[in-house]
C-alpha cells in the first residue's frame, strides 16, 4: 500500500465522517442482551447472596477483595444503565456505565469468565467510545438532531478487527487441534447432550436430528466444515464480494450453535452485531414506485439501517437504482430490496446469488 | 473531516493500537492457559470428570464431604456453582478436563479457607478420575494445606 493510500485509509477510519446507524441499531440490541446476561446476578443479588459468599477465584492475587456490596451496585446499576442505553438516554454516560458494570462483574471472579461474555464486553465498549445515541434516541430527539447519523466510526472499524480475530481464534484453534477436526468433539459433546438437543426441537424433529448428531461419521464431515465456516466468515466479512455471503454464513452458524448448546446471549449479540458490516453511508440506493406498491410500506417499516431513499411516484414500476447508478426493476428489484432489509436478509440474499 | 486537536487524534490512534495488540497478545496468551480466558476457543474439549472429596481428620478418618460436617457446613452451598457441585457425579468437563480441575483444586482451597467452625478437619482432598477427549482414565489427587483451624 502505499503511503497516500494509507493515509487515505487512515483518515476514512479516524477522521472522516460516516454514518453511526449502525452502532445505534447495535446499542439498541445490546442494552436488552445485557440484562438478560445479567439475570442470573441480579436474581442471585435480589435473593442477598453476593459473589464473595461462596467460592469464587480472584483474577490477580495482588487485588483487595471487593466487597460483595460493590458487585450488588454494579449489576444493578448496570442493568438500569443497559436499558437507558437502549432507548438513547444520555448514551455516552450510560454506555460506558454499562460496560463498566459488566466488565466489572467479569473480573470479580474467574467464575464469571465466559467467552460469550468477554465478547459482549467488545461489543458495549465499542458502543460506548462510539457517538451511538446521535441517531435513533431520545438524545437525538432532545438535541433536535433526529436525522443527523455523521460520526466518526473508528469505533466501529476497531470493533470490525476484534469481531473478525474472534471469528479467526475460535477457527484456527479447532484446525489445528486433530481431535476437534476430525470431528471427535463435536461427536462425543453431541453424544453426551443429545436430550438437550431433542428439548430444543419440535417433537417431529428431534429423534431424526438426535440420530443424525449422534452418528460418528456426520461429525467428521461437519466438523472441517465448521471449522471452514468460521474461517470463511472471519476474512469473508472484509470483502464486498465475500460480505454478504459471509454475513449468511455467520447467521446460520450462530444459529446452528444455539440449537446445540448453551451459549447465554451469544448468538444474538453475535448476530445483531454483523449490523457493523454494513457500508456507513444511508440511503444510498433509490427506490422508485407506485404510492400503493406494499414494498414502500415494508421499507418504511423494515430499513433499520436506512439503505433505501423512497421516491413513490403514480404509476410508477418498481425500480432502484443501486450505488453504482445500475437499474433493478421488478422482481429483481424487489429481490435487492429485501435481501438488504435485516430481517428478511437471510431468506431472501440467496435467492440474489449474494449481489 | 472532522476538527479536533491533534492530540486527540493521535490519543485516539495509539489506544486503537493498543487495544488491537492487546488482543492479538491475548489470543496468543490463551495456548499457554488451560481456561484461555480471551482466547476465544470455544468448546476446546469433550472431556469428562469426577472427584471422590474427602476432609481427612485430625485423627487420620477420612470423611466423604456427603456426611455430616462439623459447622454444618455443605459442599455444594460452600461452592455454589453447578460446574462443581456434586462433584462424585460424572460430567462434561468445563472448557477443559484441566480447567476444571483447577478451579477444583482452588475450590478445595477456599473450602478449606472458608469453614472456621470446622475443628476437626486436617485437609481436603479430592479423588479424580476424568477422560480427555474419550482417552483414559486420567487420574489425580488434590489436596490441600493443613488447616490451621484443626485441633
Redesign the interface.
Known amino acids: 500500500m502505499t503511503a497516500a493510500a494509507t493515509a487515505t485509509a487512515t483518515a476514512t477510519v479516524f477522521d472522516r465522517p460516516a454514518s453511526i446507524r449502525s452502532m445505534a441499531i447495535l446499542r439498541i440490541a445490546l442494552g436488552p442482551a445485557t440484562v438478560i446476561h445479567l439475570a442470573p446476578f441480579l436474581s442471585d443479588t435480589a435473593a442477598g447472596i453476593t459473589y464473595d459468599e461462596h467460592f469464587f477465584e480472584p483474577w490477580w492475587g495482588w487485588v483487595p477483595e471487593v466487597p460483595g456490596w460493590v458487585q450488588v451496585v454494579m449489576v444493578w446499576t448496570a442493568a438500569a444503565a443497559a436499558l437507558a442505553m437502549t432507548v438513547g438516554w444520555r448514551t455516552r454516560l450510560v454506555s460506558t456505565i454499562t460496560t463498566i458494570g459488566v466488565a466489572g462483574n467479569l473480573f470479580l471472579s474467574q467464575t464469571h469468565f465466559r467467552h460469550n461474555r468477554a465478547f459482549l464486553v467488545y461489543l458495549l465498549a465499542a458502543v460506548a467510545l462510539s457517538d451511538s445515541g446521535r441517531v435513533l434516541s431520545l438524545d437525538a430527539r432532545r438535541r433536535g438532531t433526529v436525522g443527523d447519523d455523521l460520526a466518526t466510526i473508528w469505533p466501529m472499524w476497531t470493533l470490525r478487527v476484534l469481531v473478525s480475530s474472534v471469528y479467526f481464534a475460535s477457527g484456527f484453534s479447532k484446525l489445528i487441534d486433530p481431535d476437534w477436526v476430525s470431528g471427535l468433539v463435536l461427536w462425543d459433546r453431541a453424544v453426551r447432550f443429545q436430550s438437550m438437543v431433542a428439548d430444543r426441537l419440535p417433537s417431529f424433529l428431534a429423534e431424526p436430528v438426535v440420530d443424525i448428531v449422534t452418528t460418528r461419521w456426520v461429525h467428521a464431515i461437519t466438523s472441517p466444515i465448521a471449522v471452514a465456516m468460521e474461517l470463511f466468515i472471519a476474512f469473508g466479512l472484509w470483502w464486498r464480494r465475500t460480505r454478504l455471503a459471509a454475513v449468511w454464513v455467520a447467521i446460520m452458524f450462530h444459529v446452528s450453535i444455539e440449537i446445540t448448546a448453551s451459549v447465554e446471549v451469544f448468538s444474538l449479540a453475535a448476530i445483531v452485531a454483523l449490523v457493523i458490516w454494513a457500508t456507513p453511508k444511508t440511503r444510498d440506493r433509490v427506490v422508485v414506485a407506485d404510492p400503493g406498491d406494499g414494498v414502500l410500506r415494508w421499507i418504511d417499516r423494515l430499513d433499520w439501517l436506512a439503505r433505501f431513499e423512497t421516491r413513490p411516484v403514480a404509476g410508477a414500476r418498481l425500480t432502484v437504482v443501486d450505488r453504482d447508478g445500475s437499474e433493478h426493476h421488478g422482481r429483481d428489484a424487489r429481490r435487492l430490496i429485501f435481501s438488504r432489509l435485516p430481517l428478511t436478509f437471510f431468506f431472501v440474499a440467496p435467492l440474489r446469488r449474494w449481489r | 473531516?472532522?476538527d479536533r486537536p491533534r492530540w486527540r487524534?493521535v490519543a485516539?490512534?495509539a489506544f486503537?493500537v493498543v487495544?488491537?495488540v492487546g488482543?492479538?497478545g491475548l489470543?496468543l496468551r490463551?495456548?499457554a492457559d488451560p481456561?484461555?480466558?480471551?482466547?476465544?476457543?470455544?468448546?476446546?474439549?469433550?472431556s469428562?470428570w469426577e472427584a471422590e472429596v474427602v476432609r481427612v481428620t485430625v485423627d487420620g478418618r477420612r470423611v466423604s464431604i456427603d456426611e455430616p460436617w462439623p459447622g454444618g457446613y455443605d459442599w455444594d452451598?460452600?461452592?455454589?456453582?453447578g460446574?462443581?457441585e456434586r462433584p462424585e457425579r460424572r460430567r462434561?468437563a468445563y472448557v477443559s478436563f484441566d480447567a476444571s480441575i483447577d478451579?477444583l483444586d482452588?475450590?478445595l482451597d477456599?473450602?478449606a479457607d472458608h469453614t472456621p467452625r470446622d475443628h476437626e478437619t486436617l485437609y481436603l482432598e479430592a479423588n479424580v478420575e476424568g477422560t480427555r477427549?474419550?482417552r483414559g482414565p486420567v487420574n489425580l489427587v488434590l489436596r490441600t494445606e493443613n488447616r490451621e483451624e484443626a485441633r
Open positions: 473531516m472532522v487524534a485516539v490512534r486503537v487495544v488491537l488482543q492479538i489470543l490463551a495456548y481456561h484461555s480466558y480471551f482466547g476465544f476457543q470455544p468448546f476446546p474439549e469433550s469428562t452451598e460452600l461452592v455454589r456453582w460446574v462443581l462434561h478451579f482452588e475450590a477456599w473450602v477427549n474419550t
